[in-house]
T-cell receptor
Framework: DAKTTQPPSMDCAEGRAANLPCNHS???????VYWYRQIHSQGPQYIIH???NNETNEMASLIITEDRKSSTLILPHATLRDTAVYYC?????????????FGTGTSLTVIP | NAGVTQTPKFRILKIGQSMTLQCAQD?????MYWYRQDPGMGLKLIYY???????DKGEVPNGYNVSRSTTEDFPLRLELAAPSQTSVYFC????????????FGDGTRLSIL
């Protein structure tokens, strides 16, 4: 599975959009991009995933560049409860063991 | 909506003791997984199962055993607890092995003293 690169930390003002970048320059054609977050060492929470088209759900939007080498998770109106570590993961749909490789993620702090 | 339930939430063991971490899911998912997370680190896969009666090793299986007798349950066994196994353990499940996301429990915090 392709590796990902994320900034270690980011701040965002409450009520503003939080844009979390992820670089996955070695991604292959059958690999999806997934985003999870982890709040206060709780279990990772699934946010969104996509292959090549932009995706949106009730939590966030996922923007994937045309060459698929990077993506951005957008939280449209960040709240204090969005303070968490955000993980960007790429995984093949045919990956052995279906493992999700979690790195160290981006620690997002939403500031009042 | 219980999802993935892990018990216990916290446990302290002495070196050499054994214990079983329980994991149950009510989503009828075929795939189940055990991860460990050390402080400040990402998650590492210990074992996984693709269905009842079928298990396989992940990235860090040494010191652990698993079994899968039912679709719902996937217990993780520590036979001889060592300080290196102090960690937070997460169980997860998914519908299949394609693009479906994994859903996680809230974890078991284990300390070996």
């Amino acid at each position: 599975d392709a590796k990902t690169t994320q900034p270690p930390s980011m701040d965002c003002a409450e009520g503003r959009a939080a844009n979390l970048p992820c670089n996955h320059s070695t991604i292959s054609g059958n690999e999806y991009v997934y985003w999870y977050r982890q709040i206060h060492s709780q279990g990772p929470q699934y946010i969104i995933h996509g292959l090549k088209n932009n995706e949106t759900n009730e939590m966030a939007s996922l923007i994937i560049t045309e060459d698929r080498k990077s993506s951005t998770l957008i939280l449209p109106h960040a709240t204090l409860r969005d303070t968490a570590v955000y993980y960007c993961i790429v995984r093949s749909s045919i990956s052995t063991g279906n493992q999700f490789y979690f790195g160290t993620g981006t620690s997002l702090t939403v500031i009042p | 909506n219980a999802g993935v339930t892990q018990t216990p939430k916290f446990r302290i063991l002495k070196i050499g003791q054994s214990m079983t971490l329980q994991c149950a899911q009510d989503m009828n998912h075929n795939y189940m997984y055990w991860y460990r997370q050390d402080p400040g680190m990402g998650l590492k896969l210990i074992y996984y199962s693709v269905g009842a009666g079928i298990t396989d090793k992940g990235e860090v299986p040494n010191g652990y055993n698993v079994s899968r007798s039912t679709t719902e349950d996937f217990p993780l066994r520590l036979e001889l607890a060592a300080p290196s196994q102090t960690s937070v353990y997460f169980c997860a499940s998914s519908w299949d092995s394609s693009n479906q996301p994994q859903h996680f429990g809230d974890g078991t915090r284990l300390s070996i003293l």
